[in-house]
């Protein structure tokens, strides 16, 4: 392959990894599993290097995280209306971001390679069930805010909080270690907290996965200076381009538009990844 075929060849890889991390920030910001979209691409990029897959993954995480951060700031209106409760959830999304992301880190990248069919599938099945999720949160959300004057600091028990406190953190676990599919668990379990209607709920969702992902990618960032991780800067810079458009763009269709084919058709892409992840562990190909 000759010089000019190599450029091309970077250029189409560099259009197709910001088209797929704006397409990833966009459906993050909707409900979440935009590492469906960007992992195996960056996998197959990067696959001939060692720890390529765990590579991709931390690559992933800092790319989308701009996504994140422009999501979180386009439902600022919705946050300030949420009940001030709520923000003590950052702490336990913090230190299980670490956990998770340290876990990452300090496993043999062959132990990742195993899980990744199984994070794959888990995700594609949280995808599919995205629908009954949301509706579950909203309806559990709006019933308990018709009997209750619920948006103030003392409508949480202690024992509630405690209760959401412990399932953000077992989130933001996975979320530091793969994180595909967070943004739905945390609607499921924010939607029995009683926020009100699915722009409240996203506009929590969204800071916490917000906190999640920075907290894993700064984590991956200094590993990186340390030599105890790996990260594709270059792809880092073409993700973060593509992702800080799509999480904004994201916010802005969420509002308008039913979310049924863009769910469709990523968690189609979850199921046959998955299929493709589980064939290569079990060398069903070649």
């Known amino acids: 392959m000759n010089g000019e075929e190599q450029t091309i060849n970077l250029i189409l890889d560099a259009i197709l990894l910001a088209t797929v991390s704006f397409c990833g920030a966009a459906v993050n910001s909707v409900a979440g599993g935009g590492t469906l979209l960007t992992f195996p691409v960056l996998g197959a990029m990067l696959s001939d290097i060692p720890g390529g897959m765990v590579t991709a993954n931390t690559t992933s995480t800092i790319g989308l995280w701009p996504g994140a951060l422009t999501a979180a700031w386009a439902y600022r209106d919705e946050r300030r209306a949420t009940p001030e409760w709520s923000r003590w959830l950052l702490v336990p999304s913090i230190t299980g971001a670490l956990l998770g992301s340290v876990a990452l880190i300090g496993l043999p990248s062959s132990s990742f390679n195993r899980l990744v069919p199984w994070l794959v599938l888990l995700a594609a099945i949280l995808f599919a069930l995205q629908p009954w999720i949301s509706s579950l949160s909203v309806r559990s959300s709006t019933s308990s805010c018709e ?92 993700m973060a381009c593509g992702s800080l458009a799509g999480g904004l763009v994201g916010s802005v269709l969420a509002r308008r538009i039913p979310a049924a084919l863009v769910r469709h058709g990523v968690a189609a892409i979850g199921f046959l990844l998955a299929a493709y992840y589980f064939g290569r562990e079990w060398q069903l190909f070649g």
Not at 169 to 188: D, E, R
């Open 147 to 238: 009997n209750n004057d619920l948006l103030n600091r003392d409508s949480l028990s202690q024992r509630s909080l405690a209760w959401m406190a412990c399932s953000q953190f077992l989130i933001a676990v996975y979320g530091g270690y793969f994180g595909a599919g967070i943004g739905i668990l945390m609607l499921a379990s924010l939607g029995m907290a009683r926020l009100g209607d699915i722009h409240r709920l996203n506009s929590v969702k969204n800071e916490l996965a917000t906190a999640v992902n920075g907290t894993a990618a700064g984590l991956f960032v200094l590993g990186s200076f340390a030599g105890l991780s790996n990260v594709h800067w270059p792809s880092v810079g073409v």
